[in-house]
C-alpha cells in the first residue's frame, strides 16, 4: 500500500465545487432560521394564551417535534408529503424540514425569554390600563428578543452544521458537493477535510458574533 500523499493542487480545483454548495448550505439556513423564528413565535403564542385544547395541543406537538430525529422529519416532508398532493423541491423540502424541526427549541428560547419578564412589570402596566397588545409589543416581546438573541444565533450555527443530512435527500449541499467529488476520483481525505475546514471557518465567525451580541444584551440588561 503506498503512503497518502496531500495534494494541493487537487484542494484548488475542489474549492470552487464546495464554495457553490456552501452557498445553498448557507441559503438554506438563512431561509430555515427565517422561518423557524416566526414558528416558534407561533407555537409559543399558541402555549401561553392558555386557550383550551388548543394550548395543550400545541404542546404536544412541540414535544413531539424536539423527540423525533430530524432526519425522520426531513424524509417525511420529502418522501411522504407529495402522497397528500403536496409535492415540494428538494431545497424546499429542506427549508421546511430545518424549520419545523428547529422551531420547536426556538418556541422554548422565547417562553424562557417571555417568562423572564418580571411579573411586576405585568402587573404594573395593566394597573396602568395600558392596552395587553402594547404590553406585549412595547413592554414585553422588546425585552425577551434582547435576551433571547443570543440564544436563537446559537440555534442558527447549529441549523447550519445539521444542513449536512439535507444531501440525503439530493439537495447539492457542502456536504453532498464534497462526496460528489470524493466519490469520482476516489480521494476523500482532501474534499472532506475542506468541508471540515468551511464549517469550521463559519461557525467559528458565527459563534464569535453571538458571543458578540451576548456581551451587548448584558451591557443593555
Request: a positive charge; glycine letters at 8%; charged letters at 10%.
Amino acid at each position: 500500500m503506498t503512503g497518502f500523499q496531500w495534494d494541493w493542487g487537487y484542494v484548488w480545483t475542489v474549492i470552487p465545487h464546495l464554495l457553490e454548495g456552501l452557498k445553498i448550505t448557507v441559503a438554506a439556513t438563512v431561509l430555515g432560521s427565517v422561518f423557524a423564528f416566526l414558528l416558534g413565535l407561533i407555537w409559543t403564542a399558541l402555549r401561553l394564551a392558555n386557550i383550551p385544547i388548543i394550548s395543550p395541543l400545541t404542546n404536544l406537538w412541540v414535544s413531539f417535534i424536539r423527540g423525533t430525529p430530524f432526519l425522520v422529519q426531513l424524509y417525511f416532508v420529502f418522501y411522504v408529503f407529495p402522497n397528500y398532493g403536496l409535492t415540494l423541491s428538494a431545497m424546499m423540502s429542506g427549508v421546511v424540514g430545518l424549520a419545523l424541526f428547529y422551531s420547536a427549541p426556538v418556541s422554548e428560547v422565547y417562553r424562557a425569554g417571555i417568562e423572564g419578564v418580571a411579573p411586576g412589570q405585568w402587573e404594573a402596566s395593566l394597573t396602568l390600563g395600558l392596552p395587553i397588545r402594547r404590553v406585549w409589543f412595547r413592554i414585553v416581546l422588546p425585552q425577551a428578543f434582547r435576551v433571547v438573541t443570543p440564544m436563537l444565533g446559537n440555534t442558527t450555527i447549529s441549523m447550519f452544521k445539521e444542513t449536512a443530512l439535507l444531501s440525503t435527500i439530493t439537495i447539492a449541499e457542502l456536504m453532498a458537493q464534497a462526496m460528489d467529488i470524493a466519490m469520482a476520483q476516489y480521494r476523500f481525505i482532501e474534499p472532506l477535510t475542506m468541508v471540515g475546514v468551511l464549517y469550521f471557518c463559519v461557525s467559528y465567525i458565527s459563534a464569535k458574533g453571538v458571543r458578540g451580541l451576548e456581551k451587548w444584551s448584558a451591557a443593555r440588561g
